[in-house]
């Protein structure tokens, strides 16, 4: 039997993402409510009813100018800024699908994006705009469809700034094209998934409104006039309503739903730092008084860890959310003895649009290590774990209360991976979805996380799919086979990736600088987040099942007795 949320449903919303946000019968603050301001260019700042009407140009400039077509991609390519929410909005409004990459990504990466999403349109920054030239190039979108976003444009005029990006031919020819909510999609983030290299992840408007109002119901705690109240948690500053302050990458699907779409929804003030910088978050929050932030693991490290963060009083936040990579007991311990900040956790998938359990307010320390309860209109199952080199295939349910890998069912998970049928059959079946992470819920329904059998690496909350790497390093000349594992780094506070190696020639040719020399030639290769921080093992040989998988958890125990 299936388990259900402990929150009774919710009759959720048949929309598309424009309608949910801007066009609400009833909406619980003002127009003028400030939605988006620049945390360090504080003069730059949009409120709801700019984002409505930003919005709304800029896809009517996007039909007029571009002869953008209902599901046609544009690719966004840059650092967080308040700019993103009217440029995806429009987009959505044009009837659009947007796909948004790391900004730090190399050309190759990107290219792939660009290619495999099929982008028409790339919007970027001055800051990446020499690769965005090149990638574009290579996946065949002309100059003249690169646009720009954020405070400075392009000083030499030929890239155009997407805010110059309206109807010229007045109002009211361009119309919002018909979107059916349930299998139009919205977005193409891009996952690895299970197994593989990254994989377009298909989001329909449905899926993100639906993650939306599933989270927004069961905590709605944040109110742009501060009167939400929670027992046992202080309320916003007197006279100031909630402020978030949002430092995770809008590119990812956690940045992206939890703060470009919810601050909007719920009508909360939004700080945008550009970059994470330790001493700058602290500053904000003190400054501005802020009582939300949605953070990773590693943030929570430097928090009590980092001698710099002493100066500051954090104590305005009424709470911080942790997600994205798993979060220990000490560290939540640790951090409130030291600033008086709480931590819950929240955890998700790019596939689960993403949020499928959080950890209540109130349950911040006695459900400490847990992800929390299942969000409303869910279901979940926990199936008999695969045996090293064996399939999973969700059959072996297990009782309520074991351990076992997790799938869900509900109006939030994804439609399956563009253009792969064979990856997407690997993971979806009657509406289930695998996750390949593994772990058991406790009496109250809170979910403690074990184990991932899944291939992915996570740096920090980012992915680092291993069959990449795999990929390049075999292609290097003095490498005969490979395989790449996560290895925790407890310095770092993450899983960091390794490679093993046999080299070519056998374990006797290898050469002392071997290993400094391939991570060299890897670095220019991958994103920052991708390089083989864990270092290279040569090895004899690669542990293979009979079917020859590589055997990534015989590497992995490995690793754990070094
Ligand atoms: P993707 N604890 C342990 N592992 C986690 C957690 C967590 N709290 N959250 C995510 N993961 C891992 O697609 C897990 O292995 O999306 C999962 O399969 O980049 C994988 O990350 C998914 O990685 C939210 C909303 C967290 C979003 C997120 C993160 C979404 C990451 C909480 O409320």
Redesign the pocket.
């Known amino acids: 039997m299936p388990i259900k949320s402990n929150f009774p449903d919710v009759n959720l919303s048949v929309t598309d993402i424009f309608s949910l946000l801007f066009n609400r019968k009833e909406k619980p603050f003002p127009d003028n409510q400030v939605i988006f301001q620049d945390g360090e260019h504080l003069e730059r700042k949009y409120t709801y009813a700019q984002l409505k009407q930003l919005s709304t140009d800029f896809g009517k400039g996007l039909k007029s100018n571009y002869g953008f077509r209902k599901s046609d991609v544009l690719a966004l390519y840059v650092p967080n800024d308040i700019d993103v929410g009217p440029v995806v909005w429009g987009t959505l409004w044009a009837g659009g699908v947007v796909s948004p990459a790391n900004p730090g990504y190399t050309v190759a990466e990107l290219v792939y994006q660009l290619k495999d999403s099929g982008a028409k349109l790339l919007v970027t920054h001055i800051s990446a705009l020499e690769n965005a030239k090149k990638a574009c190039e290579e996946a065949g979108i002309p100059e003249s469809n690169i646009l720009l976003l954020g405070k400075d444009g392009d000083p030499s005029r030929k890239f155009k700034h997407w805010s110059m990006v309206r109807n010229l031919e007045g109002t009211s020819r361009w119309r919002t094209p018909k979107i059916s909510p349930k299998t139009d999609l919205a977005f193409l983030v891009y996952?690895s998934g299970t197994t593989g290299r990254p994989k377009g992840v298909r989001l329909t408007h449905h899926n993100m409104t639906a993650n939306i109002e599933q989270v927004s119901s069961a905590e709605p705690h944040l109110s742009h006039d501060g009167s939400k109240k929670v027992r046992g948690i202080p309320d916003a500053p007197k006279g100031q309503g909630d402020k978030i302050l949002a430092v995770l990458p809008f590119f990812?699907?956690?940045g992206l739903n939890?703060l470009v779409h919810l601050p909007v929804f719920q009508g909360v003030h939004t700080l945008v730092m550009s970059r994470f910088d330790l001493e700058k978050w602290c500053r904000l929050v003190q400054d501005h008084q802020v009582t939300f932030s949605y953070i990773v693991p590693p943030i929570v490290l430097l928090l009590c860890k980092h001698p710099a963060v002493e100066k500051y009083d954090l104590r305005s936040l009424r709470m911080t959310?942790s997600?994205?990579?798993?979060?220990t007991r000490d560290l939540v311990e640790s951090l409130w003895e030291r600033k008086g900040v709480r931590v819950k956790?929240?955890?998700?998938?790019?596939e689960t649009s993403?949020?499928i359990f959080?950890q209540p307010w109130e349950s911040w320390m006695s459900a400490v290590g847990t992800?929390g309860v299942m969000v409303p209109n869910l279901e979940a199952k926990f199936c008999a774990v695969p045996a090293p080199g064996e399939e999973s295939d969700g059959t072996k349910e297990l009782p309520r209360g074991k351990i076992g890998e997790l799938y869900v069912r509900g109006p939030n998970v994804f439609l399956g991976y563009h253009n792969n049928p064979s990856a997407t059959a690997e993971c979806l079946e009657d509406g289930w979805f695998r996750?390949?992470?593994v772990g058991f819920l406790d009496e109250g329904g809170n979910l403690t996380?074990t184990d991932?059998v899944k291939e992915?690496i996570?740096y920090k909350g980012f992915?680092v799919p291993p069959a990449e790497l795999e990929g390049y390093l075999a292609a290097h000349d003095k490498v005969d086979d490979v395989a790449v594992v996560g290895v925790d780094s407890v310095e770092l506070g993450t899983e960091v990736p390794r490679a093993y190696i046999v080299r070519k020639g056998g374990a006797g040719a290898v050469q002392p600088n071997d290993a400094e020399e391939i991570i060299k030639w890897m670095n220019n290769k991958v994103a920052n987040h991708k390089k083989l921080r864990g270092g290279i093992k040569f090895v004899d040989a690669v542990p293979k099942s009979v079917s020859g998988k590589i055997l990534r958890r015989v590497l992995k125990e490995q690793a754990k007795k070094e």
């Open positions: 996952s990812h699907i956690y939890c959310n997600g994205a990579a798993p979060l956790q929240g955890y998700g998938l790019s993403p949020t959080m992800t996750t390949g992470d996380i991932r992915l996570k992915q």
